[in-house]
């Protein structure tokens, strides 16, 4: 694991007991992992564990939690990552997380509930540990998502832009950079080319920095860096 700067680890519920070891080790030697609620939840024959949840990844989380419920009406006091009051909500499960050692990045607001923490951070060795405890909207994910990418030194110019559009990159025999642009929709996308002077394989044109990026619907522009 210790290749990947950065892991996203999605509700992760049923995993064995090394697995997560592995991923503590991850972070403990340096990497950035972000966990979302049920994660390390049950093992790999879908038994619950029976220790204070998340279970084995509580120790780079620096959290834990005995209660779930089902979200009514609650937001999320925001500070850490600002949203609009409309994407400021929770939805279909929340976890009522207790911080060990991670710091606090956003609470629930809700009169019952708002002692507890939603989205922690944690230091844990090199590395760092993030854990979504609830059901975001996604420009919240989005933004928490951003600092963790930027806190791991992964952003660039590529990571402004947004599903539908996707953007590979690699290297090829020669030593040259080549990014995939794709649209993955059915409508057609534009896009404002970052990079520097590059050729477009498939129609062998010249692409300029700063120039507008023309995507048909499902299409690929294949640019090589010269």
């Keep these: 694991m210790t290749e990947y700067s950065l892991i996203i680890v999605p509700a992760l519920y049923a995993v064995s007991d ?112 993030t854990y979504i405890g609830c059901m975001t909207s996604r420009e919240m994910a989005d933004s928490i998502l951003k600092a963790v990418v930027q806190e791991a030194g992964l952003w660039g110019a590529d990571q402004e832009l947004a599903f539908p559009l996707i953007v590979k990159t690699g290297i090829n025999p020669q030593n040259q950079t080549v990014r995939y642009y794709l649209n993955y929709s059915d409508t057609p996308q534009s896009l404002v080319y970052p990079h520097g002077p590059v050729i477009e394989l498939q129609s062998e044109r010249e692409i300029a920095p700063k120039e507008e990026l023309e995507l048909a619907p499902w299409g690929v522009a294949i640019l090589l860096e010269h």
Excluded at 18 to 27: D, G
Aim: aromatic content about 10%; overall charge negative; hydrophobic content about 35%.
């Design 18 to 129: 090394e697995a997560l070891e592995r991923l503590n080790a991850y972070v403990k030697q340096g990497g950035h992992a972000v966990y979302t609620f049920k994660s390390g939840f049950a093992d790999e024959t879908v038994k619950v564990r029976t220790t204070v949840q998340p279970g084995i990844i509580s120790e780079a989380c620096g959290i834990g939690y005995s209660l779930f419920v089902t979200p009514h009406e609650v937001r999320l006091k925001s500070g850490y990552a600002a949203v609009s009051a409309e994407n400021n909500s929770v939805e279909t499960w929340m976890e009522l997380i207790t911080p060990t050692t991670a710091e606090v990045l956003l609470r629930y607001d809700h009169p019952h509930w708002g002692e507890y923490a939603a989205v922690t951070r944690n230091c844990y060795g090199q590395g760092s540990a």
